[in-house]
């Protein structure tokens, strides 16, 4: 009898795999999406402003990893970064890099 009744709740539940399926891929992308979330609020990260510019230009730039892995009471040092392209191929035209 067991035997039967687990047989029938596999056969009607087949009917539902794709729906199952896809519901645990968008659980499975918002629990991403959380995670990044709350660890982006934990270190206090900040979402990039692009513009539309070749200048590059990063204020207070941090590497997480690497940040993460310092020895304790080691502070990181944040960077700032400006970057013109231009000024990178007057460089490579010039020194041939």
């Known amino acids: 009898m067991e035997t039967r009744l687990y047989n029938e709740l596999i056969q009607t539940l087949t009917t539902f795999i794709s729906p199952i399926q896809a519901n645990a ?9 959380f995670s990044f979330s709350t660890i982006a ?21 941090r590497h997480p990893v690497i ?7 080691d502070k990181y040092i944040a960077n700032d970064v400006l970057y013109y392209p231009a000024d990178h191929y007057h460089y490579r035209a010039q020194y041939g890099r």
């Open 41 to 61: 609020r934990e270190n206090k990260y900040v979402r990039p402003l692009l513009e539309d510019s070749d200048v590059l230009e990063i204020k207070q730039d």
């Open 25 to 33: 891929s968008y659980i499975a992308r918002l629990d991403c999406l």
């Open 67 to 73: 940040e993460k892995q310092l020895p304790v009471g």
